[in-house]
């Protein structure tokens, strides 16, 4: 296993190597011991899985309270995942990462994304459909959920909008997420710490 910082404090790229040879290939997703040998979560409390097909934007969803750590995977397709840290005592309160994700990386191996608490979730469908599982490391609570517009400008995030046909369209948004706070009048979760 191999663990990459981002240019967001405390979201990870987790790469599993995967074993294969004639018969098809083996992926070791999820082991307690080596996670936590890595600083990572151990206890995941819901597994999350999703289809969506392609302009889908699902996001920027967080939990007030019982805030969920996110272990994200795509299965199928490709998705472009945001991480929003919006833990107001981090150095990168207020900043994003994109990390495009697919089944497999270019090098053959298996990339998933870790988002730890405090962070709103977002991704965008760029393929004509994607399935995507997350593990969480809290249940969903639905007295806490909040969301914060996609297209905030202050966040001003450069979600890959081109990559639609047409691109003009725009994504498509539930209505709750069309109905979603600005960032600066989002309410936001209580100060956490960053756990680095």
């Known amino acids: 296993m191999q663990i990459t910082a981002t240019s967001v404090t405390d979201v990870k790229i987790v790469q599993l190597r995967r074993f294969e040879d004639e018969r098809g290939w083996f992926v070791e997703l999820f082991n307690r ?11 995941f409390v819901q597994d999350n899985q999703s289809r969506s097909v392609r302009g889908v934007l699902r996001g920027l969803h ?6 969920q750590g996110k272990l994200v995977r795509c299965l199928s397709g490709r998705i472009w995942d945001v991480a929003v840290d919006l833990r107001r005592d981090s150095p990168d309160f207020g900043r994003h990462v994109g990390i495009s994700l697919e089944p497999m990386a270019d090098d053959g191996s298996i990339r998933m994304v870790w988002i730890p608490e405090g962070f709103a979730h977002g991704f965008l469908v760029l393929s004509e459909s994607a399935e995507v599982l997350y593990k ?5 609570y639905p007295e806490g959920e909040r969301c914060i517009r996609w297209d905030d400008p202050t966040l001003a995030i450069d979600w890959p909008l ?32 960053v756990s680095s």
């Open 62 to 67: 967080y939990q007030l309270v019982r805030p």
């Open 136 to 140: 969480t490391t809290a249940g969903y």
């Open 162 to 193: 081109h990559l639609l046909q047409p691109p003009e369209q725009g994504p498509l948004v539930s209505p709750k997420d069309a109905a979603a706070a600005s960032f600066p009048a989002a309410e936001l979760p209580p100060m956490q710490g």
């Open 33 to 43: 011991q080596t996670f936590g040998q890595a600083g990572l979560p151990t206890d």
